[in-house]
């Protein structure tokens, strides 16, 4: 094969390879990403998390399923906030609402956990466990439930 040829089949592969990485990755971060590709938010979920007992591990990792997290403010700060869950069919039973402070050094979440297997006439938020990890204030607590009532499967 020439030079000539060989030149654009290379270009044209890399882009065709550039893009399939594009397609996978909509450019929002994911809570569950985040301290596997950060080392100051791998650091502040460590801090968060350092006294507490009996995490499992997607939780130490923060790993499972985690749509896109969205910016917000608490008492005038910015936080990045995003959810967690053990598997994505398994939100409503296992999940963790976290934040992030905007210069990375804090983090707060809230663990929710509702027994497997609840009937569906039966509201979750009666039913459910809440863990606070990262020590959360009070207006820290009201933004995290805050986010979790913004779930749609959430009552």
């Not at 990755?25 to 460590?46: E, F």
């Not at 598997?87 to 983090?107: G, L, M, P, R, T």
Request: glycine share 6%; net charge negative; hydrophobic share 35%.
């Amino acid at each position: 094969m020439s030079r000539s040829i060989l030149k654009p089949m290379l270009v044209g592969l890399m882009l065709a390879s550039s893009a399939a990485a594009w397609a996978g990755n909509d450019g929002q971060d994911r809570a569950s990403d985040l301290i596997s590709t950060d080392k100051d938010y791998r650091a502040a979920w460590a801090k968060a998390i350092k006294s507490q007992e009996r995490l499992p591990e997607w939780v130490i990792n923060l790993s499972g399923y985690s749509p896109p997290m969205s910016a917000t403010t608490e008492d005038g700060d910015k936080y990045l906030v995003g959810q967690v869950c053990e598997k994505q069919e398994a939100c409503k039973n296992n999940q963790i609402i976290v934040a992030f402070d905007w210069d990375k050094s804090h983090a707060y979440a809230l663990w929710v956990q509702v027994p497997a297997g609840l009937p569906e006439d039966k509201s979750p938020t009666r039913h459910a466990d809440y863990r606070w990890l990262g020590e959360p204030d009070k207006g820290m607590q009201e933004m995290l439930k805050e986010q979790l009532r913004k779930d749609p499967n959430w009552y």
